[in-house]
Nanobody, 114 residues
Framework: VQLQAYGGGLVQPGGSLKLSCEAS????????MGWYRQAPGKQRELVAT???????NYVDSVKGRFTISRDNAKNTVYLQMDSLKPEDTAVYYC?????????WGQGTLVTVSS
């Protein structure tokens, strides 16, 4: 199983970024996918999840600003991030859990700063 995340970068407060995570080695359409983040000095936290039936879930701090989506034809999960704030600065990881095993992408850094 491989999860390849990309799309991070430096953005000003109020700006937008779209993260992508391409999966291989799994039946992507059958699996729930998630995005987590880890800010400097903090624990990794769940940001959003999307189930195989496209049901989504978000942490309160990003509701209304972030949108998780998936394209099963491309084996890719996305995280559209709008109205970014400095406190969104973190390394973002994509994630899936299969048969009680957890898989992580390599992380992509998002820095929100003026």
């Amino acid at each position: 199983v491989q999860l390849q995340a990309y799309g991070g970068g430096l953005v000003q407060p109020g700006g937008s970024l779209k993260l992508s995570c391409e999966a291989s080695g799994i039946i992507f359409s059958a699996e729930a996918m998630g995005w987590y983040r880890q800010a400097p000095g903090k624990q990794r936290e769940l940001v959003a999840t999307i189930a195989r039936n496209y049901r989504t879930n978000y942490v309160d701090s990003v509701k209304g600003r972030f949108t998780i989506s998936r394209d099963n034809a491309k084996n890719t999960v996305y995280l559209q991030m709008d109205s970014l704030k400095p406190e969104d600065t973190a390394v973002y990881y994509c994630n899936t859990q299969i048969s009680f095993l957890t898989y992580w992408g390599q992380g992509t850094l998002v820095t929100v700063s003026s």
